[in-house]
T-cell receptor, first 115, second 113 residues
Framework: DADVTQTPRNRITKTGKRIMLECSQT?????MYWYRQDPGLGLRLIYY???????NKGEISDGYSVSRQAQAKFSLSLESAIPNQTALYFC??????????????FGEGSRLTVL | SQKIEQNSEALNIQEGKTATLTCNYT??????LQWYRQDPGRGPVFLLL?????KEKRKERLKVTFDTTLKQSLFHITASQPADSATYLC????????????FGTGTRLKVLA
């Protein structure tokens, strides 16, 4: 099983619908992140969480919200999806413990299409 | 404004040669710089990390350099193989020590057999 699991892997929805992307991890890491990837724009940080009670906005948080339900779970919501939110979304984790320096472990991505 | 630049054009090289990819940044003072590999439709995979006080880091056929004066990192793959074909991303810790990484757009490498 993957260490960082994203569901769904693919989703097509319509403008105005509410969408939730879920991420769960078995790595025991304290930090979790949501990125979106668009051609030519690279990976951009949406939200990040350093522990269950610490959630922070990234570069492009408008139109998104997150919930850290447990250390292992971090979900991303689009309250009212719009077409320019069509992208590939990645969840990632990292640890601040031990000798790690924040290397990120990514899930396989969730491809979202908003029509 | 803060910016990370990687060559957006694809890099084609012959098998066995050394591939060199560039990551330039402006208006950052990163404590850490990372390189990732990404295959089509997959999540990025961590390759190497280099700290601001390190000039060079090696791992098998990979070598990374970090010049904080030039604000540049070079990523080398020696004895390249077709299996090395992928997109390579650099990422910086934007605010020293916060582990909040910002990514470049990546460079696509194709190694020709």
């Amino acid at each position: 099983d993957a260490d960082v699991t994203q569901t769904p892997r693919n989703r097509i929805t319509k403008t105005g619908k509410r969408i939730m992307l879920e991420c769960s991890q078995t790595k025991g890491h304290d930090r979790m992140y949501w990125y979106r990837q668009d051609p030519g724009l690279g990976l951009r940080l949406i939200y990040y969480s350093f522990d269950v009670k610490d959630i922070n906005k990234g570069e492009i948080s408008d139109g998104y919200s997150v919930s850290r339900q447990a250390q292992a779970k971090f979900s991303l919501s689009l309250e009212s999806a719009i077409p320019n939110q069509t992208a590939l979304y990645f969840c990632a984790t990292s640890s601040t413990h031990g000798r790690g320096s924040g290397e990120l472990f990514f899930g396989e991505g969730s491809r979202l299409t908003v029509l | 404004s803060q910016k990370i630049e990687q060559n957006s054009e694809a890099l084609n090289i012959q098998e066995g040669k050394t591939a060199t990819l560039t990551c330039n940044y402006t208006n950052y003072s990163p404590a850490y710089l990372q390189w990732y590999r990404q295959d089509p439709g997959r999540g990025p995979v961590f390759l190497l990390l280099i700290r601001e006080n390190e000039k060079e880091k090696r791992k098998e056929r990979l070598k990374v350099t970090f010049d904080t004066t030039l604000k540049q990192s070079l990523f080398h793959i020696t004895a390249s193989q077709p299996a090395d074909s992928a997109t390579y991303l650099c990422a910086l810790d934007r605010n020293s020590g916060t582990y909040k990484y910002i990514f470049g757009t990546g460079t696509r490498l194709k190694v020709l057999a």
